[in-house]
């Protein structure tokens, strides 16, 4: 079933990132560099944000004043700013989004992957509550709905006694101290986790890709840039609490989940927001990636040189003291619970050259599972069933095998494909030993497409090598016109290896010329590199400007006023208190006598709301407290038609029970008929000192 999704997710990224190669090339295609990106929009975020505090003022009213302050008189500076600090924040979740399907779909998250998969979902956890406060922060009628959301959700958990969210029911209960909270959360809190989350994300992974390309950069602050100056971020309206707004422009990236609260119960929302945590954290585990046995270290020709442990994509090798008492300094040592069998350690070998004639074919590191001397093997086997002038050798990695095996049909008897598991594993002595052994006339070596590895670094590691810009390099004496790389893709073959190898065998010089190196061909520039590039900025910025405020959110219906019940009472004890006789209090010791003995537990609150003799909200609440001696929280947000009604609040703290009974037979009641404007915010109080109810439209 997952298996069907990859593919799905597969068959959707493909095209994607083929055409994005042919615009940015695959050193600067924006899909490989999803984590480094989310994490340059974090700094334009930092950045833009240390701006907009240096103006902020943390208090009720100054927040929103200071932001529309920014916001327009300063439009040139601060209002940027603001933009900027809103756009690559949506950007950052974007490319975190694709960051995490691509890994998925790509199946980069099991193995010894699923450490960085699994520290990265609490990164979400910190991530969309930093937008959230941050949305807060602004003080607008979003922020209050945000405010007042959050606050419901929180207060479902059963950490505050109090119900948070009465404090965004009227002005005056809200305090400045909130917004020094927020203000620390937004500021300080959170990005300090933020920064340690990402720090452990990438731990484990050898050499990661925090920064991406400059001039991916670049073209990311011009489309943030862009859609900052086309469409500014502007705050909706001043907070009115005596009035909702009908409707708002919500950000899908922080607050999708919101919504949810107008159909679902907290409890609901809650459970869906831990069953998606719960999945992400198992997902790498279904199924296990098993049965790869790890690559092992053959201290017998291993010199200390290193370049293993440079090269392992994944840190599974480390150098350490030699123990065998050669003269060498350090040996290798592979963590097999860190080891992805990739074999890329075997390709940076000096040691594993197929060329041995005296001693087995045994380097320095080896996979179990594919030797090297089982690869010199198949390569003479299949060698030898390879006839005419252009006979073409390919190694393919085996995410490659299957559609290199379709496409090189093309030629039985010309074509001859042998598996490895990554580009990276195969050894570029191996690709001289075939063209100076004339096994072959030219070779192939194909990876993964779009120079996204699936082992992070195997093709990229294999062009360096066969360029000569990296350990082992290639000799020079081995004619390059005779070999291509299966994942630069000259842009006449955008149809996979088989065109690679269709045009690799058409420019075969067909004379040996043992002395010729010329460099590896360039790949072809396109002519709609441009038009690509631009268009993908455009898409993006556009989708970013899109989706934070668009489609608008319906707060309330149409022709909808909003009753807020927020207060909390104290039922009666479970029984009266009873006097104690003077011979009971003489058993006491002295410091324990008290004339009373009252039960700590309470009765729970029943509270009844009707109008127009419809009971709208009916609710039997328990005491708070681990003793269940404190007071019952009834809070509950309810949509009514506007005009003209009849309303009634019962509340029994005695334990009678009196639904839908006469309003006579409760301990509190009120009724009183009101007219209700469309989108106006009616509250329901409770008066400690009169111990009476108050309906609150001011
Ligand atoms: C703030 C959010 C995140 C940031 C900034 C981030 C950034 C990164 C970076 C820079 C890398 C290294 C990429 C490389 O060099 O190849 C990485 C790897 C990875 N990330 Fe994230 N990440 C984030 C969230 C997540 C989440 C939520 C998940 C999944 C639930 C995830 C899954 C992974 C996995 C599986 C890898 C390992 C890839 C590999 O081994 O090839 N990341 N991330
Ligand atoms: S590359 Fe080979 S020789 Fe060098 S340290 Fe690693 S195993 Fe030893
Ligand atoms: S097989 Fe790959 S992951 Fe394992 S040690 Fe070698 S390079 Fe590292």
Not at 84 to 106: G, N, P, Q, W
Not at 280 to 285: A, E, G, I, K, N
Not at 654 to 673: I, K, R, V, W
Request: include cysteine; charged fraction near 20%; proline fraction near 6%.
């Amino acid at each position: 079933m997952l298996g069907a999704v990859q593919k799905f997710g597969q068959a959707l990224f493909t095209p994607v990132r083929r055409i994005l190669n042919r615009g940015f090339g695959q050193e600067l295609n924006p899909l490989n560099y999803l984590g480094a990106l989310t994490i340059y929009f974090f700094w334009i975020v930092l950045i833009s944000g240390i701006w907009l505090f240096i103006f902020f003022k943390t208090s009720v009213v100054g927040a929103y004043e200071s932001v529309e302050y920014l916001t327009n008189e300063q439009w040139y500076t601060g209002g940027v700013m603001r933009s900027l600090h809103r756009y690559a924040s949506d950007a950052a979740i974007i490319t975190l989004l694709l960051h995490i399907i691509k890994e998925f779909v790509y199946d980069r998250h099991r193995g010894m992957r699923w450490f960085s998969w699994v520290t990265g979902v609490p990164l979400l956890w910190l991530v969309i509550p930093l937008g959230i406060t941050g949305y807060w922060l602004v003080w607008d009628q979003l922020a209050w709905y945000v405010a007042l959301t959050s606050a419901e959700l929180l207060d479902w958990l059963p950490i505050f006694s109090e119900s948070m969210a009465r404090n965004f029911l009227s002005d005056d209960v809200l305090s400045d101290r909130f917004f020094t909270l927020m203000a620390f959360l937004h500021l300080i809190g959170l990005p300090l986790f933020l920064v340690f989350g990402i720090w452990l994300h990438v731990l484990r992974i050898n050499g990661p890709r925090i920064n991406p390309p400059r001039a991916l950069m670049a073209g990311s602050l011009a489309a943030m840039m862009a859609v900052s100056v086309a469409y500014p971020a502007l705050s909706q309206g001043e907070v009115d609490m005596s009035q909702v707004p009908s409707s708002l422009g919500l950000d899908w990236y922080y607050l999708l989940v919101y919504p949810l609260m107008k159909l679902w119960s907290p409890g609901w929302v809650w459970g869906l927001l831990t069953g998606v945590s719960l999945l992400l954290f198992v997902v790498p585990w279904l199924p296990p990636l098993g049965g790869k046995s790890p690559a092992e270290v053959d201290l017998d020709n291993c010199n200390g040189c290193a370049r293993c442990a440079d090269d392992c994509p994944f840190g599974a090798i480390t150098m350490e003291a030699r123990t065998d008492g050669k003269a060498y300094e350090s040996e290798a040592v592979v963590d097999s619970t860190l080891c992805m069998t990739c074999g890329i350690c075997t390709g940076s070998c000096p040691t594993a050259t197929p060329f041995r004639r005296h001693s087995a074919l045994s380097p320095g590191i080896d996979i179990p599972d594919l030797t090297a001397a089982s690869l010199r093997k198949r390569l003479l086997e299949v060698s030898e069933r390879l006839h005419g002038e252009r006979r073409i050798l390919v190694f393919t990695c085996r995410d490659n095998a299957k559609s290199v095996r379709l496409e090189s049909d093309l030629n039985k008897s010309e074509t001859a494909v042998v598996d490895i598991i990554c580009a990276g594993q195969l050894p570029p002595s191996f690709i001289d030993f075939v063209l100076s052994r004339d096994l072959a006339d030219g070779i192939v070596v194909a990876g993964c497409p779009g120079g996204d590895c699936q082992y992070r670094f195997g093709t990229e590691w294999t062009s360096l090598r066969v360029s000569r810009q990296r350990d082992p390099h290639l000799r020079k004496r081995v004619n390059t016109d005779r070999l291509a790389l299966g994942w630069e893709q000259p842009w006449s073959g955008l149809g996979g290896i088989g065109n690679v190898v269709s045009a690799l065998r058409e420019s075969l010089p067909l004379e040996v010329l043992a002395d010729i190196t010329p460099p590896l061909p360039e790949p072809a520039v396109s002519r709609w590199k441009i038009p690509i590039i631009l268009t993908a900025y455009a898409l993006f910025a556009a989708f970013v400007g899109w989706l934070s405020v668009w489609p608008r959110f319906q707060l309330i219906d149409e022709g909808k006023a909003m009753v807020s019940l927020s207060f909390s009472h104290a039922g009666q004890r479970i029984r009266e208190c009873r006097r104690l006789t003077q011979e009971e209090l003489n058993k006491l010791p002295p410091n324990m006598r008290k004339p009373e003995d009252c039960p700590r537990e309470r009765l729970p609150v029943q509270v009844v709301f009707r109008s127009d003799g419809d009971i709208l909200y009916e609710v039997n609440r328990r005491p708070t407290g681990i003793w269940g001696d404190g007071a019952s929280n009834i809070y509950r947000r309810l949509s009514v038609d506007a005009g003209k009604q009849h309303l009634f609040i019962g509340m029994t703290d005695s334990g009678a029970d009196n639904h839908g009974g006469p309003a006579g037979e409760f301990d509190f009641h009120l009724e009183q008929t009101v007219d209700l404007a469309p989108g106006q915010h009616l509250v329901v109080e409770f008066d400690d000192i009169k111990q009476s109810f108050v309906f609150r439209q001011d």
